[in-house]
Every structure is written in C-alpha cells, then in structure tokens.
C-alpha cells in the first residue's frame, strides 16, 4: 500500500486502513492452520504406522490435507485380510480406530482433531451407499408425502446424508442419542 492511498483511507474514513496487514495476517493464519494439520497428519500416521508394524499388516500411509481437516488413508497394493479386519462389520473398527488416532493426535499435539481414516477406500465406496440411501429416502418422502426415519449411523455418515439430501431439496434432521442417533427425512 502506499503513502498516498494510506493518507486517503486516514482521510475518507477517519481510521487508517490495514488490508495488507490483515491479509498478511491470514495468510500466516492459514499457513499455521495448514502447519498444523500436517503435524496432525505426521504423528497420525506415526501412530497408525506402528499399530500396523505391531499387527503384521501391510499397507502404504497417504496423508492429504483438504477442506480444514486431514484425511489419512491406509491402502494395499494386494488384497490384504488384514487391513479388512481393521475395516470390520459395517466399518465399525475403522470409527473405533479412527477415534484412537485421534486421541494420539490429541496426546501428542495437545490439539483436538477432526481426521478422517480411511482403510481400503471403504468410505469412498461407503459415501456412494450413503447418497443412494439418501436418494432413495427422498424418493420415498415425494412418494408417501411421510417422512423417513433411516438407520442410525456415525456423524461423519449423518453429514454425507444431510449433504446429499439437502442437494436435492429436501430436509433432514438428526434424532436420537449415542448409537442411536438417526437421520429423519421430510419435505419441509
């Protein structure tokens, strides 16, 4: 910025202007909020590395930094029995491991963290589920004209089906509490 624009700003609104200080400000912000979520994802992987040396199973670590949160993935070149089991019935090993991870991050880093572990793609292929569910409760509601009570689920499921469901005009809400909370689909 320069002295001239400086002295204008003073003069327009009777308080100097600090844009670039400010954006320099976020930046730093941004850069230490990244910093962050890469330490996270360092001593995520860290952790999820020994539990995977002391249970004897292969798998190749990604760690990726997106949209304000780490996402950690664990993947095998061949078919491997023993990352599935680290998936388990209905992905309820991968939620169990992923809040572990989490409480490592949180010993290590002292900062409370919102990861998400994935093992063998299970989510991804697990989020298609989730948009066909909400798809089809949307179906149902337009149909009935009655809302639809689904399954309960993880949070981290809720949010796919409230995404998906909000995306095609509709309303969903979460009802219950602990393992039963619930999505409920209606039209208004």
Known sequence: ?????????????????????????????????VSRLEEEGDVAADYLEELLDIADIDGD???EVRNGRTYISIVAEEESAGLESLVGRDGEVLEALQELTRLS???????????VLDINGYRQ?????????????????KESGNAVALEPMSAYERKIVHDAVADLGFVSESEGEGAGRHIVVSAD
Do not use: C, F, P, W
């Open 1 to 33: 910025m320069s002295v001239e624009s400086t002295e204008n700003a003073v003069s327009a609104e009777g308080v100097e202007d600090h844009d670039d200080t400010r954006d320099e400000m976020q930046d730093a912000g941004k850069g230490s909020s």
């Open 61 to 63: 670590i990604d760690i």
């Open 105 to 115: 991050v949180l010993s290590a880093t002292e900062n409370r963290s919102r990861l």
């Open 125 to 141: 292929e697990r989020a298609g589920h989730l948009q066909k569910i909400a798809e089809d409760a949307v179906a149902s509601v």
